[in-house]
């Protein structure tokens, strides 16, 4: 019950145990044809260009960003908690000429503060985090959109903590490149980074094409600056994933099979009907700590659906706590990073986990941890809080 990794729905581990069929299989050209099609109604969008990249969530970003950005492009990164700064840092590494704007983590941007900075920074790219575990905060994305067209700024978005479980819409809200990864509101292992990319973003990493010795044609002519990495090179992983099946890298079957058992889940659910389970059991989560008596952290009308931070309460070890949790229960809750380290709890209510069951335990056995760690706390406040939540 933690922020992310959290566990699998048994649906996705069981797909993942399938026998591997090699990249030059029908079946396999199938299977990624189906998952394009099937993650184009997770993000919302018509974009031909919907596949995945094999890695981590930030395997996704790094694709992303080495392939858009040139070094000497300005990059515009807000940033309201840690994966702004990931974000950052990866877009410094591309060579980018990157600029930042604040808030305070347990914030985040009015649309007034992000236009100002694109009419003055005029980036080549806005790279925004939608979701950010480390502060709980969800940044409002629909306005950006029209912001950035206005401006004809290309929109990054890192949607890994929220797709699934918070609204996302890539077309309507008119976002050029969107990534995620399974481990969170997907319910999937980490490992496989899904993406959507506008035509505009494609139209300018097609600009970029360098089709690697040994695999290209006569028709292959190299343009423009060639992309900084080999396995991240957009244009090339393109080509695997469209009718050329140009081959790049192996394709990690399993991983395939995980991603396309996620999306088949959430796209047989409805996306409306997962994101409004997120937003029951974690609109439950929070009445529970409330009823705990624990104090929230962060601007609450701006909160994920999918996770909650809280204050740890003077005079509780908040490890020991989280040990205890772990060892009597069998339930991981997290803490957070840089200046939220060993200050606050994040609470999950998550892809498999976002479930009433997981909910009533989870603020059951807290009750418990608090209590011995000398908290005065109210005998079933917690559930009892969720439990209205429900009724
Ligand atoms: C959890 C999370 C990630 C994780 O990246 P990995 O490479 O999968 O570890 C990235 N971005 C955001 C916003 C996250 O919340």
Not at 77 to 82: D, Q, T, Y
Not at 115 to 131: S, Y
Request: charged letters at 20%; hydrophobic letters at 45%.
């Amino acid at each position: 019950m933690g922020p992310g990794p959290v566990d699998a729905d048994p649906r996705v581990l069981r797909a993942m145990s399938a026998s591997l069929v090699g990249q030059y299989d029908p079946a396999m050209t199938a299977y990624m044809t189906e998952t394009m099609a099937l993650y184009r109604e997770v993000f919302v969008t018509q974009n031909e260009q919907t596949f995945l990249v094999d890695g981590t969530s930030r395997a996704g970003i790094e694709a992303a960003l080495v392939s858009l950005v040139e070094p000497g492009d300005r990059v515009l990164v807000p940033v309201f908690g840690r994966f702004g700064h990931l974000l950052t840092e990866i877009a410094e590494r591309c060579g980018a000429e990157v600029h930042t704007i604040e808030v305070p983590w347990g914030e985040v941007f009015t649309p007034e503060q992000v236009e100002e900075a694109v009419a003055r920074v005029r980036p080549k790219v806005l790279a925004v985090v939608q979701g950010d575990t480390a502060t709980t905060m969800c940044q409002p994305l629909a306005d950006l959109g029209e912001i950035c067209a206005r401006h004809d700024v290309l929109l990054y978005c890192d949607a890994t903590a929220s797709v699934g479980g918070n609204e996302l819409r890539a077309d309507d809200w008119r976002l050029d490149v969107v990534t995620a990864g399974l481990q969170k509101c997907l319910g999937g292992p980490s490992g496989s980074a899904p993406i959507t990319l506008s035509e505009r973003a494609v139209a300018v990493i097609d600009d970029r094409r360098h089709v690697e010795a040994g695999i290209a044609t006569d028709t292959d002519v190299a343009r423009g600056v060639r992309i900084a990495s080999n396995y991240f090179d957009l244009a090339m992983v393109m080509d695997y994933w469209g009718e050329r099946r140009l081959n790049h890298h192996t394709e990690a079957t399993s991983m395939l099979y995980g991603a396309r058992e996620c999306a088949r889940l959430l796209v047989a659910e409805g996306m409306d009907a997962a994101i409004e389970r997120h937003r029951l059991h974690g609109a439950a989560m929070l009445a529970g700590v409330r009823g705990l008596g624990l104090e929230v952290f962060g601007d609450v009308t701006h909160k994920m659906n999918n996770v909650v931070a809280v204050h740890i309460p003077a005079g509780i070890d908040g490890d020991g706590a989280r040990a205890a949790m772990l060892t009597d229960y069998g339930i991981e809750i997290g803490t957070s990073f840089g200046p939220l380290h060993g200050k606050v709890w994040r609470i999950g209510t998550m892809g498999y986990n976002a479930r009433r069951d997981a909910v009533m335990v989870t603020l059951a056995a807290l009750e418990q941890v608090l209590r011995s760690g000398g908290a005065d706390v109210t005998a079933g406040g917690g559930v009892g809080a969720a439990a209205e939540v429900y009724s």
